[in-house]
């Protein structure tokens, strides 16, 4: 099993965050960055994506959300936390040994929020990040976008 350090996920997605805003940004706000991303997988391809994530005239880089790629439960493109790059989310536990790909991939699905504990961006304390996931159509490729 896989520990990430500064990953601490609890991950059960909570009908009360469903339209919950964060210090980040607002739901909406994480809807839109999703749809944004999600078509350039659809109409450019994964490469192209992952190319996106850090190009200063797209929004992801700039965001202060963070925003993730995975093909399938592998990270391959993160705005925020490079050193998460390759990270295998099916084998990532949360600090109560909890894996958390089931989780986000359950969020995806239905492309609504994951309740994450994270730690918090700025000040390194944990945090209860809303994260919005949503998958590509066909593929095994989801985005997710914490607030």
């Given at each position: 099993?896989?520990?990430?350090?500064?990953?601490?996920?609890?991950?059960?997605?909570?009908?009360a965050y469903a339209g919950a805003d964060g210090d980040f940004g607002t739901k909406e706000?994480?809807?839109?960055?999703?749809?944004?991303?999600?078509?350039?997988?659809?109409?450019?391809?994964?490469?192209?994506?992952v190319t996106a994530m850090h190009d200063p005239d797209q929004p992801f880089v700039s965001?202060?959300?963070?925003?993730?790629?995975?093909?399938?439960?592998?990270?391959?493109?993160?705005?925020?936390?490079?050193?998460?790059?390759?990270?295998?989310?099916?084998?990532?536990?949360?600090?109560?040994?909890?894996?958390?790909?089931?989780?986000?991939?359950?969020?995806?699905?239905?492309?609504?929020?994951?309740?994450?504990?994270?730690?918090?961006?700025?000040?390194?304390?944990?945090?209860?990040?809303?994260?919005?996931?949503?998958?590509?159509?066909?593929?095994?490729?989801?985005?997710?976008?914490?607030?």
């Amino acid at each position: 099993m896989t520990r990430i350090v500064g990953l601490a996920v609890l991950a059960v997605a909570f009908p009360a965050y469903a339209g919950a805003d964060g210090d980040f940004g607002t739901k909406e706000d994480a809807k839109h960055i999703a749809d944004q991303m999600i078509a350039i997988v659809e109409e450019q391809g994964l490469e192209a994506a992952v190319t996106a994530m850090h190009d200063p005239d797209q929004p992801f880089v700039s965001s202060r959300m963070g925003v993730n790629l995975f093909d399938g439960p592998i990270v391959i493109a993160d705005n925020r936390e490079p050193e998460t790059l390759a990270a295998d989310y099916s084998e990532t536990a949360d600090l109560t040994g909890a894996l958390v790909w089931p989780i986000i991939a359950a969020a995806a699905e239905v492309e609504g929020d994951a309740a994450l504990k994270w730690y918090h961006y700025d000040t390194q304390e944990e945090y209860d990040y809303k994260c919005h996931a949503k998958r590509a159509n066909g593929m095994e490729v989801t985005v997710m976008v914490c607030r």
